[in-house]
């Protein structure tokens, strides 16, 4: 369901009198704009309600440089960064030597690496700083490449009639039934606010089972 289909959808289930329609997301005015509005919103909350969410997880691949210790997202053309996946990251200087390299608290890793003549060499250790750039222990001596994984930030579909959310399709009615309560909210249909917030909640738990980690357990303790 592309942006389009899922306003016209939303129109529908709103049962807004005396229209048809929209034939476009673009260069809407009035009600028309206020559910394209809504739409788009409430897909953004959707991304919003957790930050793990499987489908918004995407790998990166970069190359350091030779006594360069920090690089932040953009320096390694990474423009929709949300959080660092940080439980699998990879550093090679061949693909055969490829190694996991451990990953420290930043508190931790400035303590414990960040004080006196720096290390050069393969990376083993890196963190996170404050301001979300990753930073290597050692630094590393020569070229080598780092691949991993991160989570993007949310945000709002590019207003186009052909845009589609990032989620699989069969989950796409939630952002209906999402947008649905706001149109009750803002219009006080009480029955539309009722009925939305059921469909969402329903279908919102089949997302999340699908589309979280599953929770695994340990091995027991004895």
């Known amino acids: 369901m592309n942006f389009l289909e899922g306003v016209q959808r939303l129109r529908m289930e709103c049962g807004v009198e005396g229209l048809t329609g929209p034939v476009s997301v673009t260069n809407q005015t009035g009600e028309m ?8 919103s409430a897909y953004e909350d959707i991304l919003n309600l957790h930050k793990n969410w499987r489908f918004m997880q995407e790998e990166f691949s970069f190359n350091t440089i030779a006594s360069v210790s920090t690089y932040t997202a953009t320096g390694v053309n990474i423009t929709d960064l949300g959080e660092w996946m940080t439980d699998d990251t990879r550093v090679y200087l061949l693909q055969a030597d490829e190694q996991r ?7 931790q890793f400035k303590e414990s690496t960040q004080i006196g003549t720096i290390q ?10 404050p301001d979300n750039s990753l930073i290597f222990w050692p630094t590393p001596d020569t070229e080598y490449t780092v691949v991993g994984e991160y989570y993007k930030k949310p945000e709002q579909m590019d207003i186009a009639d052909a845009s589609e959310p990032v989620f699989p399709s069969q989950y796409h009615m939630i952002i209906v039934w999402r947008a649905l309560i706001y149109y009750g909210a ?14 969402y909640t329903r279908l919102r738990r089949s997302l999340e089972f699908s589309q979280l980690p599953r929770i695994t357990w340990g091995a027991p303790l004895a």
């Open 101 to 107: 390299i451990e990953y420290m608290p930043w508190a």
């Open 120 to 129: 050069t060499g393969r990376p083993s250790l890196y963190s996170v700083k």
């Open 33 to 40: 704009l206020e559910l394209v509005t809504w739409y788009n």
């Open 186 to 199: 803002g219009l006080a249909a009480l029955e539309k606010h009722a009925f939305g917030q059921a469909e």
